[in-house]
């Protein structure tokens, strides 16, 4: 559903494309009556604009001649920043990303001068971003009210469906939301679990914004949470590696999502969670520095497994 403000901004453009159009064309490409009509004429004309409106059988309205709305102007940096927005939003799992994507693009190239709109109209037809394949929600209705609720700090009631289909209802204050894994989240303070949880946005049923305020973390970041909650989920083995590398390094060549890292005397305490110790080994193997395997004995086994698969791959033919 369009919102009002949506709906002002339609017949200005309408009448910007089209010079002179009837108050029941109007009405007809806007879904309102005549009534409505022109209060958003009326809202327009409060706005500035001057919108001309000839009477009688035939009348139609039309914007005063010789009216433009001063151009947008970018900078090269602006306009490469908003193309790559515009490509980004295509695979970030939102709903109906892509007609909104090409409207908006058709939209700034029409206010972009002609290098700028060649330019943002290369990047769009060639660039692609390696982002993950997204779940998007069923539409974009979470996504906006809980960013609205986070933004301003207010608490909502949420109706979640889990996993398993079992439905249920709880009063959240949303910290943040991120997308992490190809998948939309709300994180923040649940008041059913009485903890810190997060939620994927394409289970949520329904959003209700309560007249409560909360005050979120100093700092709070969702994607840190999470990347932190999906490395420590319980698995079949319990790992700990002290790696022998300052902070940075390790977490340059290894994903934030393998565990957490710990800096302690002579490196990083790495503590994860996995199911699979020959993946676990590999992710080792390739390490510039080196490590120390603390836990469990059956990782060494698994390393030495590697080692052996690939010491024959090492060797000089025959």
């Not at 390094?249 to 490196?267: H, I, K, N, T, W």
């Amino acid at each position: 559903m369009y919102s009002p403000t949506t709906r002002v901004l339609t017949v200005l453009e309408l009448l910007q494309s089209h010079g002179r159009m009837s108050g029941a064309e109007l009405a007809r490409r806007l879904e309102v009556d005549g009534r409505t009509l022109r209060r958003y004429i009326a809202k327009l004309e409060d706005l500035g604009i001057p919108v001309v409106a000839e009477r009688g059988r035939y009348g139609c309205y039309s914007l005063m001649a010789g009216f433009k709305l001063p151009p947008m102007m970018f900078t090269d940096d602006e306009a490469l920043a908003l193309s790559i927005g515009l490509v980004a939003a295509r695979g970030l799992g939102l709903a109906e990303a892509a007609p909104a994507v090409q409207s908006a693009q058709a939209k700034l190239e029409r206010v972009m001068p002609r290098n700028l709109q060649q330019r943002s109209r290369a990047l769009a037809e060639t660039v692609r971003l390696d982002l993950a394949q997204s779940v998007a929600p069923g539409d974009n209705t979470a996504l906006l009210a809980l960013s609205m609720a986070a933004h301003g700090w207010q608490r909502v009631h949420l109706a979640y469906r889990s996993g398993d289909g079992e439905t249920t209802e709880r009063d959240l204050d949303p910290y943040g939301l991120a997308h992490r894994g190809g998948r939309w989240y709300v994180v923040g303070m649940c008041h059913l679990r009485q903890g810190l949880r997060s939620f994927r946005l394409d289970r949520v049923l329904q959003v209700r914004a309560l007249n409560v305020v909360f005050t979120p973390p100093v700092d709070f970041n969702a994607v840190h949470y999470l990347a932190r909650g999906m490395a420590t989920l319980p698995r079949a083995f319990s790992i700990q590696v002290l790696l022998h590398a300052p902070l940075e390094s390790a977490q340059v060549e290894l994903f934030d999502g393998v565990g957490v890292f710990q800096p302690c005397d002579g490196g990083v305490l790495l503590h994860a969670q996995a199911d699979d110790l020959h993946w676990f080994a590999r992710q080792l193997a390739r390490l510039s520095f080196d490590f120390e395997i603390r836990e469990p004995p059956a990782l060494r086994a698994a390393l030495r497994d590697c080692l052996e698969r690939l010491r024959p791959l090492s060797a000089d033919p025959a």
